[in-house]
């Protein structure tokens, strides 16, 4: 099957080169659009394309707003601070994720616990979250805290793995019935619909990454979405540096960040945003396209769940046991076809040992024999 497989993945990509997981591609306006931001010399946090990118980007999701930071970290460090996680609280978030969506939990000087996914989703499963809060949850003082920790639960933050809506009506269902606000990392997930709905705009808040290895990319950027203008008025505040609208004067309220995305990166943003809906349909159709080699191998490759329009950002095949995916590490690797295994789950690293989680079941199945495989977009 792995020759096999490798054969299959040169003949989509026709080359006998290496072939990475996922490498941009510029086929549009951007060198059209770098240019003129040159010219301009408003490469900073001032200028038209940075507003530009943000109304394009709340167009295309629905989002009423839509704030540009300069990546998907520091758009997570907002929208947390913004949802009211404060130094000593907690935040469930997934073992399964890349280690930004701890890290930001950490800089608010909040804990993440860890709460297991679904199998179906690769997401935040909506039976353990509400299985932790009958277990731990305990309403006092206006909020919901931790009995087995004593601290206040502030925040859930599910992830939507490799571009597939995680289980959103559920988790809303639980966390508004316990009165968390959710905060949604859709890093991966531009472009993935959940019955209809763009992932990010579900909760109070909603981040993207543009990241060089997501579906499209500013070099280095995000964005923070919400419906509430308020909460995007303070986001772009707060990422400002909180200063103070003035002609000349320069006074800040607060302590603010410098997570502003440059003029720049958001030129390269735009261009990439008007190829974003044919990279989806090139990324849906190569999914098709593993699903059937799957099929025809006795192969298992991991679909969308039902009612999500996934943007398919990584595909990923689910091997029998962790020896044989080793294996088909090894030999895709040694190929020239790059394939990578699941993250570390988050308990497992150093920083996080000490975090609070349940059984992690799925997780530890999953982390054992999932393996990303090229998904760049073939045209
Ligand atoms: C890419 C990514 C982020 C944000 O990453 P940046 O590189 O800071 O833009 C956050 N969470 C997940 C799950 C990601 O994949």
Known sequence: MFDRFVDFVREIYQTDTFIPLHEPRFAGNEKQYLLDVIDSTFVSSVGPYVSEFETKIGEYTGAKHAVATVNGTAALHIALLL????????????????????????????????????????????????????????????????????????????????????????????????????????????????????????????????????????????????????????????????????????????????????????ALGLAQLEQLPSFVECKRALAERYRDWAQANGAHIFAEPTSAQSNYWLNALLLDDMQQRDAFLEYSNAQGVMTRPLWELMPDLPMYQHCQRDSLAQSRYLADRLVNVPSSVVL
Not at 88 to 115: K, L, M, R, W
Not at 184 to 213: I, M, P, Y
Request: net charge negative; hydrophobic share 35%; proline share 4%.
């Open 83 to 266: 949802a009211g996680v404060e130094p000593g609280d907690e935040v469930i978030t997934q073992a399964v994720t890349f280690v930004a969506t701890c890290n930001a939990i950490h800089y608010c000087g909040a804990e993440p616990v860890f709460v297991d996914i679904d199998a179906a989703t690769l997401g935040l499963s909506p039976t353990a979250l509400s299985n932790f809060l009958e277990c731990y949850g305990e309403r006092r003082d206006g909020g919901i805290y931790n009995k087995s920790s004593g601290k206040r639960i502030a925040a859930c933050l599910p992830m939507h793995t490799f571009g597939h809506p995680c289980e959103l009506t559920g988790l809303l269902k639980v966390c508004d019935g316990h009165g968390i606000p959710l905060v949604e990392d859709a890093a991966e997930a531009l472009g993935s619909r959940l019955n209809g709905q763009h992932c990010g705009t579900f909760g109070k808040l909603g981040v993207l990454s543009f990241n060089g290895n997501k579906i499209i990319t500013t070099g280095g950027g995000g964005m923070i979405l919400t419906d509430d203008e308020d909460l995007a008025r303070r986001a772009k505040h707060l990422t400002t540096t909180a200063k103070m609208p003035h002609a000349w004067k320069f006074a800040h309220d607060q302590i603010g960040y410098n997570y502003r995305m440059p003029n720049l990166n958001a």
